[in-house]
T-cell receptor
Framework: DTGVSQDPRHKITKRGQNVTFRCDPI?????LYWYRQTLGQGPEFLTY????????KSRLLSDRFSAERPKGSFSTLEIQRTEQGDSAMYLC???????????FGPGTRLTVT | RKEVEQDPGPFNVPEGATVAFNCTYS??????FFWYRQDCRKEPKLLMS?????NEDGRFTAQLNRASQYISLLIRDSKLSDSATYLC????????????WGAGTKLIIKP
């Protein structure tokens, strides 16, 4: 079991550019979550997948954010027209269906200049 | 009022001491509770789930008080390696999968 992986680990982009992050969950986990975390705060929920279905998206998420999990395995999170306020750590987590405990990847640190 | 509240600290504690954190939550319908540990610029890692009867894992003890809607974490014989931020996590009362995260309590163990 290799754990949750995320790619890239770091991304620096200019304001207005689009970025895409990838998450590979633990293989037998059906649930996949995306979070955003800024300094001094806990993770903030962005969206949730059960298999390939996106079951919830945070009201805080603007239309510039979109996520997919096309085959119920890996997931991508895309941010269009990035803004400086999007600078944060983007965390992916997965869990088995029957448990609430979530296991996190190392995160993608986004810096928008 | 935040759904999950924690004292941000930092708690500066000498090595070998006992330290306790509390966390309060607002939704009485919440059923599952956790403590996570997060090191600086790293991802959160599950420390322990919190069960109704309380549970212990080595030097760590977690308690749940439903009546007062708080959970606690006790660390005995603290080690330098316990220095981290401890995040209180509560299942959202109207959801069977979404978790609400506190902002964390920073703990610094001093030699």
């Amino acid at each position: 079991d290799t754990g949750v992986s995320q790619d890239p680990r770091h991304k620096i982009t200019k304001r207005g550019q689009n970025v895409t992050f990838r998450c590979d969950p633990i293989s037998e986990h059906n649930r996949l979550y995306w979070y955003r975390q800024t300094l001094g705060q806990g993770p903030e929920f962005l969206t949730y997948f059960q298999n390939e279905a996106q079951l919830e998206k945070s009201r805080l998420l603007s239309d510039r954010f979109s996520a997919e999990r096309p085959k119920g395995s890996f997931s991508t999170l895309e941010i269009q027209r990035t803004e400086q306020g999007d600078s944060a750590m983007y965390l992916c987590a997965s869990s088995p269906t029957s448990f609430y405990e979530q296991y996190f990847g190392p995160g993608t640190r986004l810096t928008v200049t | 009022r935040k759904e999950v509240e924690q004292d941000p600290g930092p708690f500066n504690v000498p090595e070998g001491a006992t330290v306790a954190f509390n966390c309060t939550y607002s939704n009485s319908a919440s059923q599952s509770f956790f403590w996570y540990r997060q090191d600086c610029r790293k991802e959160p890692k599950l420390l322990m789930s919190v069960y109704s009867s309380g549970n212990e894992d080595g030097r760590f003890t977690a308690q749940l008080n439903r009546a007062s809607q708080y959970i606690s974490l006790l660390i005995r014989d603290s080690k330098l390696s316990d220095s981290a931020t401890y995040l209180c996590v509560v299942q959202r009362g109207d959801s069977n999968y979404q978790l609400i995260w506190g902002a964390g309590t920073k703990l610094i163990i001093k030699p």
